[in-house]
């Protein structure tokens, strides 16, 4: 069966880092793309960027260009979302994604409330 | 980069009644990397539909999708209780893009 078990719900301050995680089982990790997603409370689906774990070559989406890391551990089957400073702003729920036929299976979110 | 736009932003139907939602792409997509997805509330995503008209696996066959090019349509042939839901579209090509979805709610 094939799934994405992604770390827990996180509380930091502004300025904290933060390295959250995705975990692929029941398929070959390194041959399909992963994806994160952003979903702010309220509101739609936000595409941030992409990579595949075979070779780690990664895309980013424009908006999130520089505000994020995405990487991947192939040994382990785990790709890694990366902040170095949080802003309240980054407050959101954020899931990782497979790209099989159409993106397929996703995480269940890692809520991430970055407060004061 | 490209723009997804759907329309109605809501949607009041009853159940039983037929829903058609659509998406409108900013540039030409062809049809291979276009999927729907419904979302409820506290719970990820899930695929309806790729490669633009393409059931996934335990999709009722009530939802189709069609379409090609920068005109993409999720129709739901009678609603059931359980698809009053958020609907989105979406690219996913050598970068990814989501439409700003579509709140099917009870009239």
């Known amino acids: 069966e094939v799934q994405l078990v992604q770390s827990g719900v996180e509380v930091k301050k502004p300025g904290e880092s933060l390295k959250i995680s995705c975990k692929g089982s029941g398929y070959s990790f390194t041959s399909y793309w992963i994806g994160w997603v952003r979903q702010m409370p309220g509101k739609g689906l936000e595409w941030m960027g992409i990579i595949y774990p075979g070779d780690s070559d990664t895309r980013y989406s424009p908006s999130f260009q520089g505000q994020v890391t995405i990487s991947a551990d192939k040994s382990i089957s785990t790709a890694y979302l990366q902040w170095s400073s949080l802003k309240a702003s980054d407050t959101a729920m954020y899931y990782c994604?497979?790209?099989?036929?159409?993106?397929?299976?996703w995480g269940q979110g890692t809520l991430v409330t970055v407060s004061s | 980069e490209i723009v997804l736009t759907q329309s109605p932003g809501t949607l009041s139907l009853s159940p039983g009644e037929r829903a058609t939602l659509s998406c409108r792409a900013s540039?030409?997509?062809?049809?291979?990397?276009v999927a729907w997805y419904q979302q409820k509330p506290g719970q990820a995503p899930r695929l309806l539909i790729y490669g633009a008209s393409s059931r996934a696996a335990g999709i009722p066959d009530r939802f189709s999708g069609s379409g090609s090019g920068t005109d993409f349509t999720l129709t739901i042939s009678r609603l059931e209780p359980e698809d009053f839901a958020v609907y989105y579209c979406?690219?996913?090509?050598?970068?990814?893009?989501f439409g700003q979805g579509t709140k099917v709610e009870i009239k």
């Open positions: 979406h690219h996913y090509g050598s970068s990814w893009t």
């Open positions: 994604a497979r790209r099989g036929t159409g993106v397929d299976y």
């Open positions: 540039q030409s997509v062809g049809s291979s990397y």
